[in-house]
């Protein structure tokens, strides 16, 4: 398993001087540190979890967002979610895995679920263009994310600044 942190940290309980200084910096946070342990005691249980990789985690107030490389996705959920229940046990929050995207739409649409972009478009404003995320209205309120901690989440795992509209 490939974590923020390395696999001679991972076994322990201690950081070594490497990760410890990518925590100083702000590079990796707590959080990261607390689930990438704890998915790789589930690797022993779970063997998808080995040959996956986890470039992230953020926290939310309601939700604990994974992000993972593309294509590892479904090896941190596991049948029927059974790996997440786990984690979301452990941790006391909801737990949504996305996978990083080369694409913005795949990572915006994992971060939206269940809910469908309708649309994104390019708005163009006096202080610039910005990119406008279009979701349903009946899906208002159904994402356990708000619009804020949606719209930083998008930033900071795309680069990208969207904003999200019900309509």
């Not at 342990?37 to 992230?56: A, F, P, T, V």
């Not at 995207?101 to 990572?107: E, L």
């Amino acid at each position: 398993m490939k974590a923020p942190i390395c696999n001679v940290c991972l076994k322990s309980d201690v950081l070594c001087s490497n990760c410890e200084e990518k925590l100083e910096n702000g590079e990796i946070s707590e959080l990261e540190i607390k689930v990438s342990r704890i998915l790789k005691d589930l690797s022993n249980e779970y063997g998808s979890l080995r040959d996956s990789e986890i470039k992230h985690v953020y926290d939310t107030e309601n939700v604990l967002v994974i992000v993972t490389a593309e294509g590892d996705g479904a090896k941190v959920v596991g049948r029927g979610g059974e790996i997440v229940k786990e984690i979301a046990d452990q941790v006391d929050k909801s737990i949504r895995v996305v996978e990083a995207s080369q694409k913005d739409r795949a990572v915006i649409q994992g971060l939206l679920s269940p809910a469908e972009i309708q649309s994104i478009n390019t708005v163009f404003k006096p202080e610039g263009e910005s990119q406008k995320v279009v979701v349903p209205e009946e899906y208002e309120g159904k994402i356990n994310l708000s619009i804020d901690e949606l719209e930083s989440l998008i930033q900071k795992i795309t680069g990208t600044d969207y904003e999200i509209a019900f309509e």
